[in-house]
């Protein structure tokens, strides 16, 4: 049995007003073998890279190798545009060895709602993959039921946003809107559910050389 425990602590500042939720990093992470394109931060794979598309949005130049310079440049580009990052999952067990989400089970949640109340400035969330079981929406769903919350839908098309309502404190009745963005997950994997979504088989049949790459790049650009 493997214990998967995530190796980054959340990264917010006083001034997030964006949040990333996913769940967890591959395992080389947590154990350190890391690939030579891979970062040590957050979204540091380089074959599953969020930051291969922020990357081509910004047309920032990003190295890809285990350098302190690497993890820099992607710690100032968030601070920058007010993004944080908060995976969902702190731990979880693992039979085989390898980054599924359904392959996780005993898993640990963080805290979210706890830091959202922390930093009062965050007003979105943007989760790296939908409400399939053991995704970032999913456990986030669950875990908001402990504080009485549930995510209203405001548009169903994908991405798929929601809203829900929070409390700054217990004692206090003043509350914030909060935003929910289901982003199409990074993953290679999701290539196929892209495939055979009707916008992309529309934007593919004007451009045969669209590619899911482009598919993300184009969805990704409003929220980054």
């Given at each position: 049995?493997?214990?998967?425990?995530?190796?980054?602590?959340?990264?917010?500042?006083?001034?997030?007003?964006?949040?990333?939720?996913?769940?967890?990093?591959?395992?080389?992470?947590?154990?350190?073998?890391?690939?030579?394109?891979?970062?040590?931060?957050?979204?540091?794979?380089?074959?599953?890279?969020?930051?291969?598309?922020?990357?081509?949005?910004?047309?920032?130049?990003?190295?890809?190798?285990?350098?302190?310079?690497?993890i820099e440049e992607?710690?100032?580009?968030?601070?920058?545009?007010?993004?944080?990052?908060?995976?969902?999952?702190?731990?979880?067990?693992?039979?085989?060895?390898?980054?599924?989400?359904?392959?996780?089970?005993?898993?640990?949640?963080?805290?979210?709602?706890?830091?959202?109340?922390?930093?009062?400035?965050?007003?979105?969330?943007?989760?790296?993959?939908?409400?399939?079981?053991?995704g970032p929406e999913?456990?986030?769903?669950?875990?908001?039921?402990?504080?009485?919350?549930?995510?209203?839908?405001?548009?169903?098309?994908?991405?798929?946003?929601?809203?829900?309502?929070?409390?700054?404190?217990?004692?206090?009745?003043?509350?914030?809107?909060?935003?929910?963005?289901?982003?199409?997950?990074?993953?290679?994997?999701?290539?196929?559910?892209?495939?055979?979504?009707?916008?992309?088989?529309?934007?593919?049949?004007?451009?045969?050389?669209?590619?899911?790459?482009?598919?993300?790049?184009?969805?990704?650009?409003?929220?980054?």
């Amino acid at each position: 049995m493997f214990i998967h425990k995530h190796p980054y602590p959340p990264f917010i500042q006083e001034d997030t007003t964006k949040l990333i939720v996913g769940t967890l990093p591959p395992p080389r992470f947590s154990t350190g073998d890391l690939l030579e394109k891979d970062v040590n931060f957050c979204y540091g794979s380089y074959y599953n890279s969020l930051w291969l598309y922020i990357d081509k949005i910004h047309n920032l130049g990003l190295r890809y190798d285990n350098s302190l310079e690497a993890i820099e440049e992607r710690k100032q580009f968030l601070i920058k545009h007010k993004i944080g990052v908060c995976d969902i999952v702190a731990s979880a067990e693992r039979e085989k060895v390898d980054a599924s989400d359904l392959g996780m089970t005993n898993i640990k949640l963080r805290d979210v709602v706890g830091y959202l109340k922390q930093y009062p400035n965050i007003d979105t969330i943007l989760f790296t993959g939908g409400n399939s079981k053991n995704g970032p929406e999913y456990f986030f769903r669950k875990h908001i039921k402990d504080y009485g919350l549930k995510l209203a839908l405001v548009n169903n098309d994908i991405p798929r946003i929601h809203q829900f309502s929070l409390c700054h404190s217990e004692r206090s009745e003043e509350s914030r809107l909060i935003k929910t963005v289901s982003l199409t997950s990074a993953s290679g994997s999701a290539n196929r559910a892209i495939g055979s979504m009707k916008l992309y088989q529309e934007l593919k049949a004007k451009n045969p050389d669209f590619t899911t790459f482009d598919f993300r790049v184009r969805q990704y650009r409003e929220f980054f």
